[in-house]
């Protein structure tokens, strides 16, 4: 089973998110190393559970223990006792349902959710497609896949992102002088 998509006010969004990949396992007694896809590794402390999915089908895992080593989340699943366990688990990804995910901020929102979105100019004119969200050191970058075929690399900060509406499925955007130069 893939991720499903479940409609929120006119768009669809996707109803698990990523949280991390396994990444191997980790010692003997069923432990494995996750690596985060979520900015807040932090939230790994809350988890109480996960969906495992191997891109064929999910199932439900209950968290037992979490650690944290380098960029990794160690986690431990109740009734996974030993490396044999755990040992398919290698490239799996983690999600949780919407329910279970992070409060977001004011103005904060999952990538899964923009990406896709319309991008309208300052004039409403739609000029392309959110296509994907770069995580940088300072900020994100949104790649923008712009109607006549170009892409626009658009520095996610208050003076380029003027709007985001994800339940109508637009973001507003200025682009700053010299961004779309040839």
Known sequence: MYLLKVPMKGIFMEAFLKVGII???HGLKGEVKVFPTTDDVKRFKRLKQVILDNGKEQRDLEVESVKFFKQFVI???KGMDSINDV?????CELLVDRAHAVRLSKDEYFIADL???KVLDENNIEIGVLKEVMETG???VY???LNDGRELLLP???QCVLEVDVETGFIKIHILEGLLDD
């Open 115 to 117: 990406e896709g979105l």
């Open 143 to 145: 790649v923008i896949e």
């Open 87 to 91: 040992e398919t688990f290698r490239k």
């Open 23 to 25: 990444t191997s396992t």
């Open 156 to 158: 996610a900060i208050k």
């Open 138 to 140: 300072a900020n994100d």
């Open 75 to 77: 986690l431990k699943f």
